[in-house]
């Protein structure tokens, strides 16, 4: 059966073109002219994805998005903006009232096609069945302010736009910079955990704590409250979040910060997959170098560890240098974009979903893409066993 697609626009000729050109694909197409039409197909018709204008006279596309959100029979259809607004903050208003992507007027037939392609993909991954066990991702940063969190947070929204289930933690208590990037001024999710006894922690108490941001991408928060940085908690307790977040994500992702502790040491353990982020410089290089070698020291898995180089100056070192010096190949290298950070940040969205074509964006889709698989192959290779 094809997936059904409703079409919202106010211009006749719009809706004519996009219908046709789907219909092209093989789609099934339906049409609203107007906002609350558009609301009463949705509810009655559920669509698997709804191509949505902006500007209409009845009620503006935003407001249409936003009641689609809020209903429980319709928030799960994604939703595409389409509109002839270009300026960065309609871009931020139609990901703030919930779109799942946006495209501006006039666009090329084939991008419409592959935008459409890879959102109800997306949606059909969210319903394939999963292994039983959950696969990890620990990021770790050689040192501090090499882009850790930046890195960790779009990896886990590039794997919800490639259609997988991920959940995203962060275990650095009074630091927790990613909720500020998400747009959460206030949270106690990881602290509120982590203050339990190790036999208390259960997935029904870690979901009670989990923020879900408008991108679908749910995330254990920790505060930039220093208070929370005097929370003293157990290995045990550490571990028991680790196993219980397996079960939630597929897979689970963690911002382990930088440095190596005790606690560490031990969560490093958990992950079946390591990212270690390096800026390509002699002192980070150094510290990463021993870093590995603890790593390799501690654990039985083979290639396991995976170093990104985050490029921040004209001045590195070549990345050819970078593989000799540590005595690994690059998994990849993320261009810095300093301003796109910026406006995701204001705009509390992950880079990769404000600007999916963005050099930087597709770098870590592509990173996302290549760990995704192998962590699949690893999926499978256990159901088999």
């Known amino acids: 059966m094809s997936e059904r697609i409703l079409i919202v626009d106010d211009d006749l000729d719009s ?8 219909q092209r694909h093989g789609y099934e197409v339906m049409a609203a002219n107007a906002g609350a039409q558009a609301l009463t197909k949705a509810a009655s018709d559920h669509p698997d994805l709804i191509i949505l204008d902006v500007m209409m006279p009845d009620m503006d596309g935003y407001e249409v998005c936003r009641r689609l959100r809020g209903n429980q029979n319709t928030r799960a259809i994604p939703i595409i903006m389409f509109t002839a607004k270009t ?14 992507d946006y495209l501006t007027k006039p666009t090329h037939p084939a991008e419409l096609a592959s935008r459409v392609k890879a959102i109800l993909a997306r949606s059909a991954g969210k319903r394939r069945p999963e292994p039983s066990r959950g696969m990890t991702i620990g990021v770790l940063g050689a040192k501090g302010g090499v882009g850790t969190t930046t890195l960790a947070l779009n990896a886990a929204a590039a794997l919800v736009m490639a259609g997988e289930n991920p959940v995203i933690a962060d275990f650095r208590l009074g630091s927790g910079s990613m909720s500020l990037m998400l747009g959460v001024d206030h949270t106690s999710g990881m602290a509120n955990v982590l203050s339990k006894a190790a036999n208390e922690i259960q997935p029904a108490l870690i979901e009670k704590e989990l923020l879900t941001h ?19 908690y157990s290995v045990e307790t550490a571990v028991a979040v680790v196993n219980n977040l397996r079960t939630l994500g597929r897979p689970a992702i963690f911002d382990l910060g930088s440095g190596y502790s005790s606690i560490l040491s031990r969560l490093q353990l958990e992950m079946d997959q390591i990212i270690l982020v390096v800026d390509p410089y002699h002192i980070t290089l150094a510290m990463a170098r021993e870093l590995i070698q603890e790593l390799e020291n501690a654990s039985t898995v083979a290639n396991r560890i995976h170093i990104v180089v985050v ?7 070549p990345w050819n240098e970078v593989e000799n010096f540590i005595g690994r190949e690059l998994r990849a290298i993320i261009s810095d974009a300093p301003e796109l950070v910026y406006q995701a940040t204001r705009a509390a969205v992950p880079m990769v979903n404000l600007q999916p074509t963005a050099i930087v964006s597709t770098q870590i889709i592509k990173l996302t893409e290549d760990l995704n698989t192998r962590i699949r192959t690893m999926a499978g290779s256990q159901l088999m066993t």
């Open 311 to 317: 490029n921040r100056s004209p001045f590195n070192v």
């Open 87 to 100: 300026l960065v903050d309609d871009k931020v208003a139609g990901f703030e009232a919930g779109a799942d």
């Open 15 to 22: 809706l004519k073109l996009i219908g046709l050109m789907l």
């Open 214 to 232: 408008s991108s679908t991408l749910r995330a254990l928060l920790s505060s930039t409250n220093p208070q929370e940085s005097q929370i003293k």
